[in-house]
């Protein structure tokens, strides 16, 4: 699978961005997809991720209530809805999957994506 994010950009705090992650790959649909992100000086942290069937989600306290994912496995695409964003969202956001259901280590992905920049100022 090779993985292919878009959408970030600079926003205002309380601003929306949705970003995508176009997947290659006819097997999309067997895949937990998640979403990481990375800030300068820090190291990479899970944010959210979905089943293959898209019926599970699971996010990082901090974005509960703000940030939903969601797929579309007939467009082979998973999205990241985030609303309400905050400074300490400003980080670059990568699309990762994983064979696993459930998976949420970095370690359990073994396809990334090249990441997208998304910055909120205050």
């Known amino acids: 699978v090779q993985l292919v994010e878009s959408g970030g950009g600079l926003v205002q705090a309380g601003g929306s961005l949705r970003l995508s992650c176009a997947a290659s790959g006819r097997t999309f649909s067997s895949f937990t997809m998640g979403w990481f992100r990375q800030a300068p000086g820090k190291e990479r942290e899970f944010v959210a991720f979905?089943?293959?069937?898209?019926?599970?989600?699971r996010y990082k306290d901090s974005v509960k209530g703000r940030f939903t994912i969601s797929r579309d496995n007939a467009k082979n695409t998973v999205y990241l809805q985030m609303n309400s964003l905050k400074p300490e969202d400003t980080a670059v956001y990568y699309c990762a999957a994983a064979p696993l259901f459930g998976a949420y280590r970095i370690g359990e992905y073994d396809c990334w994506g090249q990441g997208t920049q998304v910055t909120v100022s205050s």
């Open positions: 979905i089943s293959g069937s898209g019926v599970s989600t």
